[in-house]
């Protein structure tokens, strides 16, 4: 066995560790394999390899994108090339897409008399990815939510009174921008979508036919029943199953860097690791 980890996040997005950091807390926790992938960013990706080096860990560079979809569907890039400039202008769009996102659900806050600012927002994030956790970290810091979770589940999850939606690429756009900077795409913690079998299955049809490489069977979000059942749909569709912990930080208490999983898990020669 071996401990790896494929999808976790840094103050460049939605965590709270700095890519160093981050990988520090893999290294404690003997982290062999393991892949940065913050959304809709790739700036913490030279940080981050330069860490993994420093502290022997193989470093794999990714992202996140959301796919536009009325339920979580999210797909990591793995062994991307960050430079690509077709990469970096989609990426810079969706970030905008954010931004205007952000001012509209601070105006909502507001209306509703919780008084948050997108500069208290920015600020909290650091990073040049602003996201709702960002907005839940300032209303917990002003005492206007008691937790994370409550910020969400009352004022800026899905359906509540501050949440507006995000402009998203197509799934198949988020495969094709993938394979346009040569990396290889994986759906991200399937168990999220909440789709039952028969539309799940004609979900992986079609993304599979366009180039979907991998599923995330397992994941910080997946019991052990749901890691069996997923490790089945993945071979079903001929897709090699991946592990990630989904690693955020502080904010995501109970969940923490390093999966463990057998060594022949997946070919490691693929996403540039040796093993």
């Known amino acids: 066995m071996i401990v790896v980890d494929l999808h976790s996040h840094s103050t460049f997005s939605d965590g709270t560790f700095n890519p160093e950091a981050l990988v520090r807390r893999a290294a404690r926790r003997h982290v062999s394999v393991l892949s940065l992938t913050d ?17 022997g860990i193989q470093g794999i560079t990714g992202v996140e994108l959301s796919a536009e979809s009325p339920f979580t569907l999210h797909i990591m890039g793995y062994r991307i090339s ?6 970096q202008e989609k990426l810079e769009q969706l970030r ?14 507001s ?18 990815v602003v996201a709702r956790p960002h907005i839940a970290r300032v ?12 910020a969400f589940k009352k004022y800026i999850g899905r359906g509540g009174p501050a949440y507006v939606a995000n402009t998203r690429l197509s799934p198949e756009e988020c495969l094709d921008l993938i394979h346009e900077a040569d990396g290889l795409p994986v759906l991200g913690h399937p168990g999220l ?20 490489w991998g599923l995330e069977c397992i994941s910080g979000h ?5 890691i069996y059942y997923w490790l089945k749909v993945a071979a079903r569709f ?36 040796r093993i």
Request: negative net charge; contains cysteine.
């Open 82 to 87: 960050g430079g690509n400039s077709v990469l």
């Open 96 to 109: 905008q897409n954010r931004r205007r996102r952000n001012e509209l659900m601070v105006e909502k806050l």
């Open 39 to 55: 959304h809709d960013t790739t700036s913490g990706l030279d940080r981050f390899m330069r860490a993994c080096r420093k502290e």
């Open 238 to 273: 001929s897709l090699f199953p991946t592990a990630g912990s989904d690693f955020h930080g502080v904010d995501r208490p109970g969940t923490d860097i390093g999966v463990a999983v057998d060594e022949g898990l997946l070919p490691w020669a693929r996403l540039g690791v």
């Open 193 to 212: 979508m909440g789709l039952d079998e028969r539309d799940l299955f004609i979900l992986l049809k079609r993304l599979a036919d366009r180039g979907l």
């Open 111 to 128: 209306v509703i008399g919780l008084p948050v600012t997108i500069e208290e927002v920015e600020s909290e994030s650091g990073g040049e």
């Open 139 to 150: 209303l917990v810091k002003k005492g206007l939510v008691p937790d994370i979770a409550a």
């Open 222 to 226: 997946h019991g052990a029943g749901e």
